[in-house]
């Protein structure tokens, strides 16, 4: 193994040596500073790739919807949709969510949370904007 690797250093140094060096030309600095300026001096604009009112919709439908669902569970909605009532007509019947006080209070801090992300981040980058 230690064989092989010494072969292999040597056939790299002479080819190394065959190739020889190049040298830039005389003006390589300067044109690679002036590519690194204009790199630099462009602006690019991140867009997410679903808009955020788009977010907004699907999570309105979304909770209108499952409030729909809960709130009216045997009503004639479905059937004037022309959506299938057998199961509304069996009886079954979907219970009343009942959640604890800590789970409330939880999810409360979290939207508070999550409503105060966008904020934050806009503050941040307006005290740390590096021009």
């Known amino acids: 193994m230690e064989e092989q690797s010494k072969r292999e250093d ?3 140094k002479k080819l190394i040596v065959e190739a020889g060096t190049e040298s830039p030309s005389h003006d390589f600095k300067a044109k690679l500073m002036d590519a690194v300026r204009e790199k630099a001096d462009q602006k690019v604009v991140y867009k997410p790739l679903i808009p955020g009112k788009v977010w907004i919709v699907v999570a309105a439908v979304f909770i209108g919807v499952a409030v729909i ?20 007509e069996t009886g079954i019947s979907i219970p009343k969510p009942e ?3 800590t789970f409330i209070y939880a999810m409360i801090f979290l939207s508070l949370f999550l409503f105060q992300v966008p904020f934050l981040k806009k503050y941040v980058e307006a005290k740390y904007r590096i021009d």
């Open 99 to 101: 959640f604890s006080k």
């Open 10 to 12: 040597q056939i790299l």
């Open 69 to 88: 669902a809960v709130l009216f569970p045997s009503s004639g909605m479905l059937s004037s949709f022309g959506l299938d009532t057998s199961i509304v």
